[in-house]
Nanobody, 113 residues
Framework: QVQLQESGPGLVKPSQTLSLTCTVS??????????WSWIRQPPGKGLEWMGA???????YYRPSLKSRTSISRDTSKNQFTLQLSSVTPDDTAVYYC?????WGQGTQVTVSS
């Protein structure tokens, strides 16, 4: 059973960089499943795919977020990370990591001064 767990600060100031980590257990980010994704849900809105890193290390980003988004991984820790720069209150959301049918529990990130 693959398990994913998001971690990171719950409050980020405007213009700063949001950084979240997804720790994976029960599977390897280099061999199990192809896409390892970050997805968010702003309050009152639907799910928004932000980007993904593949098992081979290639990255893909939502075009509207590409200039501010970076996804990387630490294979020694079986983790992948999201960095979103120049955040605004519109980036307030619950952030999820995901692969296939497996989801983390989500972590609330609020952008506020």
């Amino acid at each position: 059973q693959v398990q994913l767990q998001e971690s990171g600060p719950g409050l980020v100031k405007p213009s700063q960089t949001l950084s979240l980590t997804c720790t994976v257990s029960g599977g390897s980010i280099t061999t199990n499943f192809y896409y390892w994704s970050w997805i968010r849900q702003p309050p009152g809105k639907g799910l928004e795919w932000m980007g993904a890193i593949t098992s081979s290390g290639s990255t893909y980003y939502r075009p509207s977020l590409k200039s501010r988004t970076s996804i990387s991984r630490d294979t020694s820790k079986n983790q992948f990370t999201l960095q979103l720069s120049s955040v605004t209150p519109d980036d307030t959301a619950v952030y999820y990591c995901n692969t296939a049918q497996y989801w983390g529990q989500g972590t609330q990130v609020t952008v506020s001064s």
